[in-house]
């Protein structure tokens, strides 16, 4: 009876490896996919101005270079948006991702994107208020009425 116990318990603890494994393998190909695709926008924004076909061709070499494929890469003026596919073991998984000029404006009101006016009270890190004296990004606000911190927008 014993060693139906334990052919049971080595089932189950082979079963769970396995998904563990697998999960890990997953989690592996989306972590490349999106270090990848970070990488490819940042190429292809940084020569956009070079015209499409070079930027494009530069973000799919950096993506080659990563292991991956570019699927779409777009260029619309200093902006660049580039889809990368990355595989592991069973796995593939697609992931986006968007370049540009680090100063452009985003939209309002969106923490952690410089540019934009934070909340009262909150920082450009999710979770982290602001300490009074350290300035917040440049262009953001730590309180309506507040100086701007040192190199920011008034």
């Given at each position: 009876?014993?060693?139906?116990?334990?052919?049971?318990?080595?089932?189950?603890?082979?079963?769970?490896?396995?998904?563990?494994?697998?999960?890990g393998?997953?989690?592996?190909?989306?972590?490349?996919?999106?270090?990848?695709?970070?990488?490819?926008?940042?190429?292809?924004?940084?020569?956009?101005?070079?015209?499409?076909g070079r930027a494009c061709g530069l973000a799919a070499k950096v993506a080659?270079?990563?292991?991956?494929?570019v699927l779409s890469c777009e260029v619309k003026g200093e902006f660049a948006e580039v889809t990368a596919e990355a595989g592991a073991g069973p796995y593939t998984v697609?992931?986006?991702s968007r370049a540009g000029p680090p100063d452009a404006p985003g939209p309002p009101g969106v923490p952690g994107i410089p540019g934009t006016q934070n909340a009262p009270g909150t920082s450009d890190t999710p979770g982290i208020p602001n300490t009074p004296g350290i300035p917040n990004a440049p262009g953001t606000l730590d309180a309506p009425g507040a100086p701007p911190a040192?190199?920011?927008a008034p």
């Amino acid at each position: 009876m014993a060693s139906v116990w334990v052919a049971i318990a080595a089932t189950v603890f082979c079963a769970v490896f396995a998904a563990v494994l697998a999960m890990g393998q997953a989690v592996v190909a989306r972590h490349r996919a999106g270090g990848a695709a970070d990488l490819a926008a940042l190429a292809a924004a940084d020569h956009a101005l070079l015209g499409r076909g070079r930027a494009c061709g530069l973000a799919a070499k950096v993506a080659t270079a990563q292991r991956t494929r570019v699927l779409s890469c777009e260029v619309k003026g200093e902006f660049a948006e580039v889809t990368a596919e990355a595989g592991a073991g069973p796995y593939t998984v697609r992931a986006r991702s968007r370049a540009g000029p680090p100063d452009a404006p985003g939209p309002p009101g969106v923490p952690g994107i410089p540019g934009t006016q934070n909340a009262p009270g909150t920082s450009d890190t999710p979770g982290i208020p602001n300490t009074p004296g350290i300035p917040n990004a440049p262009g953001t606000l730590d309180a309506p009425g507040a100086p701007p911190a040192s190199g920011g927008a008034p």
